[in-house]
């Protein structure tokens, strides 16, 4: 699996974005996809998380009401919809996928769950 991330940008507080996440490859093998973002001089943390089986999604307590994960299977797309955005949200943001090898080996709000990444794809909200 290889994933792209894109959608970043310039925003002021108070708006929103939306990150796309392209997946190519044996997709079919992972079983859950997620956002992860990395501010700058801090540690890379968990955004959210979406079932690839059953569609189910969960975002951290960060976040909760103000972004929303989705997927669109035809398109082999991941979204992450942003919306009230804070000062506090600006990193970059990177899409990640498990795979057979990494399912049971951590939960999946942990980064050591997922062994396929993207690029990163920066996101700065203005004060």
């Known amino acids: 699996v290889q994933l792209q991330a894109s959608g970043g940008g310039l925003v002021q507080a108070g708006g929103s974005l939306r990150l796309s996440c392209l997946a190519s490859g044996r997709t079919s093998t992972s079983n859950a996809m997620a956002w992860f973002r990395q501010a700058p001089g801090k540690e890379r943390e968990f955004v959210g998380t979406?079932?690839?089986?059953?569609?189910?999604?969960y975002v951290s307590d960060s976040v909760k009401g103000r972004f929303t994960i989705s997927r669109d299977d035809a398109k082999n797309m991941m979204y992450l919809q942003m919306n009230s955005l804070k000062a506090e949200d600006t990193a970059v943001y990177y899409c990640a996928a498990d795979s057979p090898r990494t399912v049971f080996r951590a939960t999946v709000v942990e980064i050591a769950r997922y062994d396929t990444w993207g690029q990163g794809t920066l996101v700065t909200v203005s004060r």
């Open positions: 979406i079932s690839l089986s059953s569609g189910s999604t």
